[in-house]
């Protein structure tokens, strides 16, 4: 095998895979690439059948037919042929498959065995009471949160390298949501291990996520860090006016001055808008003149749009290049 | 050992039904034990004798019903797909498809296993199950000839009848073995059902090809019930070289198709 750049967990250049069928090919993944630092929390997103799970299923060898290459730890792996490689992988899957008869611990138990590591077993019921899971009761009487509990107890119960988390958080509660996001921290600062998390939950992606990667039917849109991200986004400004005259004012100078601002909710005396970031000084320039901060803005506040608003951008510009796509057809 | 993991795991899962099946199968021997009469049958094969050949082809070709061998091959052995080799047939086709149809499959494939100790490892439940329900039945029908009553003055070859069960075994294993092909590559309905039509086909070709036109007589070589014929030891007492090469072609049918499970799986994507 090939020694790479130790500093990479992952790396994917080019890869591909066509889904056949009787009546159609399908490009679930069209020639991606990118790379996930050691040590890093990493987030994959996009909406459904974007190809987030064929990615991660193509690296875990479960799909036959991918090009492209794929690195991990440092080795140039074949998913088709090594297996040696998943040693230091955890994982859990999307749609996630248990056997109805075994409880947690037997199924840990019988996954660890597929493995040429060791395990500490007590490590899984430290997690398991943090988690408030039962480990005696069998996977058919648990709920689908529980069941998802049991999961991610067979993706933390050893010290891999890497963990390949797909939808982790499916079907758990706020509070345990929270508590997972702790746990995979604390084992991160404990082990320096690698966290790939795929989702379409945004929120969670943001607030646990150090870079992110955003793929659309099939292709890759855009990787930065997240910070990086919203400071490219869309910026948002919170007004609020003494009055609804000075704010309808506001407004007939925004749209003549800026007419690539949006507006994103609005009040009687309040408004949100969105602005390109090329933007920000103008609108900074004009809340500041004195006819619109001291006789009518009675507060403003500025932020960095959402992932979530960023994500939906990218989208929208698909939505309306396919409509702009249909009307040239016409 | 991984496929040793995989084995095990199913087994365990699937011990009970094992053992319900055999004691199915025990209480089965028990009854056709108890209802041997060779007074009785030796009139019953007089009947038989004036039936058409077709019905006594069906019936598993020749025929002592006067002992208890001929009774027990007629009753039970020539029968056997249908008393066991339709629930393993059953059981095969679903084995792959279920795990997969259920997801529990990413987690264990997920892991540093190859796809064939996965396959192998499958497979070895249904060799171990069918071995132990064929070992029960042996062990019962031993019993029997030692303790029932109406067959102390039978003249028994007890190798004869563990020959004869051990046919039974590679016969239900070569069938089970097919229908374990079409799982590794086809969802449950279509495993179970091709499998299914596979088997009827072999029996009416097995069974019936003296009846075919002279020119396609051979088609009999494709069938496994062709293969299978416990009479030829228990009721002929001829273990020649024709059985020796049946169950070497039982055999080897099954190690290839084994093998074309493995290839086959290991090319396949698992879906999500």
Redesign the interface.
Known sequence: MEEMEVKEAIRVDHMVKY?RTRKKVVKAVDDISFSVLKGERFGFLGPNGAGK?TTI?GI??????ITGEISLLGKKINPNKD?????H?G?I???????P?LNAIQICK??S????ISFNLDEILKIAERLKLDVIRPIQVLSKGNKQKV?IL?ALMGDFELLILDEPTAGLDPLIQAEFFEILKEKQARSNCTIFICSHILSEIEKNCHRVAIIREGKIVEISDISELKEKGLKSFQLEFTTNKGLQDFLIYLQNECPSATIKSQSANSVEILIPPEKKRFLLHAVSEKEWAGEYIKDFNVNNSSLEEIFMKYYDEEEKNIENMEEESK | MKVHTIALIEIKKNFKSVLKVSFFMGAFILMITAIFDPDSFSELEGYMDTMPPLVMEMMGGAMDLGTFGGFFTIEFLSMIWIWLGIYFILQAGQDIPSTIENKTIDLILSKPLKRWEFVIGRYMRFLFSIFFVIFFMLMVTFLMIAVAPNLQDQVINLAEFFWGLTWAFLFIVSLTTTSFFFSVFLNRKKATGIAFGILVLFFVIGTFYSFFDDRIQDIKYLSLFFYYDPSRIIVSHNFDETVIRDFLILFGYSVILLFASIIVFNKRDIPV
């Open positions: 889904y799970t299923r875990l060898g479960l799909l036959r037919g297996t040696t490689y998943r040693n992988i994982y899957p999307g749609e996630l498959g248990l056997d008869e019988y996954l065995k597929l493995y040429d999961g067979t």
